[in-house]
């Protein structure tokens, strides 16, 4: 079975650094579309970072573009979210997630295996 495990969510204050985790087995390591997702208590979930684990194609929100850096792993066995200037609107629940096929990332949706998040909170 696919899994994905995150880490590294914690507290931090408004200017600070957070670095995320995301470890990933169960399959095959193929070129696919990996992303990181949050949640905020009253919002929908929105996507906020993807990358082609066969390079060359990273996409970030507006909201958080110049301030947060996708990355994965040679092996692919590890996706990270690299958070620098964070703000309180930073503040959710985030969530590592893989497309159910393999390719490009093109868009927002179809990812359909999910970490079971890990909590940010900017003060």
């Known amino acids: 079975d696919v899994q994905l495990v995150e880490s590294g969510g914690g507290s931090a204050l408004a200017g600070g650094s957070l670095k995320l985790s995301c470890a990933v087995s169960?399959?095959?390591?193929?070129?696919?579309?990996m992303g990181w997702f949050r949640q905020s208590p009253g919002n929908q979930r929105e996507g906020i970072a993807a990358?082609?684990?066969?390079?060359?194609?990273?996409h970030y929100a507006e909201s958080v573009k110049g301030r947060f850096t996708i990355s994965h792993s040679s092996d692919k066995k590890n996706l990270y979210l690299e958070m620098n200037d964070v703000k309180p609107d930073d503040t959710a629940m985030y969530y590592c997630?893989?497309?159910?096929?393999?390719?490009?990332?093109?868009?927002?949706?179809?990812?359909?295996?999910w970490g079971q998040g890990t909590q940010v909170t900017v003060s």
């Open positions: 997630a893989r497309r159910w096929t393999t390719g490009l990332c093109t868009n927002w949706v179809g990812f359909g295996y």
């Open positions: 169960g399959y095959l390591y193929a070129q696919y579309c």
């Open positions: 990358i082609y684990t066969g390079g060359g194609d990273e």
